[in-house]
């Protein structure tokens, strides 16, 4: 099932906005399936599963732990490094 960009966009501002291990899951599963039928981006995908597994997420956990199977080394490396990026930028977000 591929999703479109306004459904991805709108799983982002709930992400961006709550800051909630279930937004940051639905997005990993979003990315690890298809976006407008562009296929997959397991860069996102960790790097949402990463950030929903740090708020609690257990099946996010599992999920990311899958997808590095289907990653290259270097492409870890580039979804952990979002995952920081992205937990410097909205830090204020996840202490409330």
Same mark, same amino acid.
């Given at each position: @099932?591929?999703?479109? &960009?306004?459904?991805?966009?709108? +799983?982002?501002?709930?992400?961006?906005?709550?800051?909630?291990?279930?937004?940051?899951?639905?997005?990993?599963?979003?990315?690890?399936?298809?976006?407008?039928?562009?296929?997959?981006?397991?860069?996102?995908?960790?790097?949402?599963?990463?950030?929903?597994?740090?708020?609690?997420?257990?099946?996010?956990?599992?999920?990311?732990?899958?997808?590095?199977?289907? @990653?290259?080394?270097?492409? %870890?490396? @580039? +979804?952990? #490094?979002?995952? #920081?990026?992205?937990?410097?930028? &909205? #830090?204020? %977000?996840?202490?409330?």
């Amino acid at each position: @099932m591929a999703f479109t &960009n306004l459904e991805v966009r709108e +799983a982002e501002a709930a992400a961006t906005e709550i800051a909630g291990a279930e937004d940051m899951f639905r997005l990993g599963l979003i990315y690890s399936t298809d976006v407008e039928d562009r296929g997959p981006d397991f860069i996102e995908a960790h790097k949402w599963f990463s950030l929903a597994a740090m708020m609690g997420s257990i099946p996010a956990k599992a999920y990311r732990e899958e997808l590095k199977y289907e @990653m290259s080394a270097t492409d %870890l490396t @580039m +979804a952990q #490094r979002a995952a #920081r990026g992205w937990l410097s930028e &909205n #830090r204020e %977000l996840i202490a409330a």
